[in-house]
Each structure stands twice: as C-alpha cells, then as structure tokens.
Antibody, heavy 115, light 110 residues
C-alpha cells in the first residue's frame, strides 16, 4: 500500500516559483502516473499534471506554460514547479497516484501567495 | 467552467436516497471509467467509487455508481447526517490527455 508524503514552501510572494516534492513510500513506482492536483479555498479540485517513471508528462492545458513536473525514480520522488505565481494560485496542493483515476493522495500542502 | 458538470448542491432527509449527476462528453465519460470522491471540510478527498460502479474495500453499499453514455450518477441510499460532504466525479479525457473533475456537489442531509 503506497503512502504519499509531500513537502514544500507554504508562503510565496507574487512572481515567485512554487516548488513541492512528493515521495511514494511502498508499492510499485514504475507502474503508475504520478499527479499533482490543487484545490483553492472553498473551491473544487483542479488537476495540474502528471509524470511517469520514464519522465513522460501530461499537463492541464490552462497551466502548461507555467508548470514543470519532474521525477527522480531512484528516490521514488516527483516534484512540481509552478512559475510566476499570483494570488489565484493560492490553494491546497496534493500529490497523488493515478490508476483508477486517483486512488491515493498526499496529505496536502496549503500554499498561500501574498505580498 | 468545469468540463464535467455537476449540480452545485443536493439535499434530502435522513434515510432517503439522493442521486448526484455528472455530465461530460464522448471524449471523457463516454470513453473512460468514472470515479467518485467524498470530501469533508479540511480533509483529503476519499475514493468512493471507481470504474463506474466498483467500491473500494470499506465503502458501504449505500454508495453506488452508474454510467450511461456521457453521464454518470452517484446514488446514496439510507442517507445519514454523516454523509454531508462535497462529492466530486472524475474521469480521464482521451482528447485532452488529462484528468478531469466535476465542480463538486455539496450534499446536505436535512
């Protein structure tokens, strides 16, 4: 059974780069796509993008120009970078595993963008 | 502006049944499995239904899912006050190569 543990900075200023990392503890790492999902306060879920063990990615078209998702298979880690953040990027960010759509979630990280 | 359309809210009395709809298109629901998630305030979403109508271990059979064409439905029977939560549908979109979620439905048990 996989457990996802994520970490990263929780407070950013406008124009800075959001950076989060997630480690998958247990289970297969190579057999899945690994996703990032966010949820603004009081709003719904928004899928950001995903990566597999070989580095193949899929991104939400609306965020693609600002998003980089990378993977370090040796450490069972995958990371999210979101550039040029604004207040609209304030949200809880989740890492997750995609199999039956999304089956496992990280604990979530609240990222606040404020000057 | 979610690609998958859910009603913002539904309500019903304890013990009653409620249905939450999720409408999509041929490139998403029409072609791929649908999952449903339950989320209480301040908590991580929980997988309720996957592959349209399958329940993970531990999910009571009061929760059931179905799909027809480009729409899916989550049915909850024997409503309890503890079922008050937000419910999200989700699926893969084959044209966008993206995971899609509905906007979410807030269930109130009156």
């Amino acid at each position: 059974q996989v457990q996802l543990q994520q970490w990263g900075a929780g407070l950013l200023k406008p124009s800075e780069t959001l950076s989060l990392t997630c480690v998958a503890d247990g289970g297969s790492f190579s057999g899945y796509y690994w996703s990032w999902i966010r949820q603004p306060p009081g709003k719904g879920l928004e899928w950001i993008g995903e990566i597999n063990h070989s580095g193949s990615t899929n991104y939400n078209a609306s965020l693609k120009s600002r998003v980089i998702i990378s993977v370090d298979t040796s450490k069972r880690q995958f990371s999210l970078k979101l550039t040029s953040v604004t207040a609209a990027d304030t949200a809880v960010y989740y890492c997750a595993r995609r199999d039956v759509l999304i089956s496992h979630w990280g604990q979530g990280t609240l990222v606040t963008v404020s000057s | 502006q979610f690609v998958l359309t859910q009603p913002p809210s539904v309500s019903a009395a304890p013990g009653q049944k409620v249905a939450i709809s999720c409408s999509g298109s041929s490139s998403n629901i029409g072609r791929n499995y649908v999952s449903w998630y339950q989320q209480f305030p301040g908590t991580v979403p929980k997988l309720l239904i996957f592959d349209n109508n399958r329940r993970p271990s531990g999910i009571p059979d009061r929760f059931s899912g179905s799909k027809s064409g480009t729409s899916a439905t989550l049915d909850i029977t024997g409503l309890q006050t503890g079922d008050e939560a937000d419910y999200y549908c989700g699926t893969w979109d084959s044209s966008l190569s993206a995971v899609l979620f509905g906007g979410g439905t807030k269930l109130t048990v009156l």
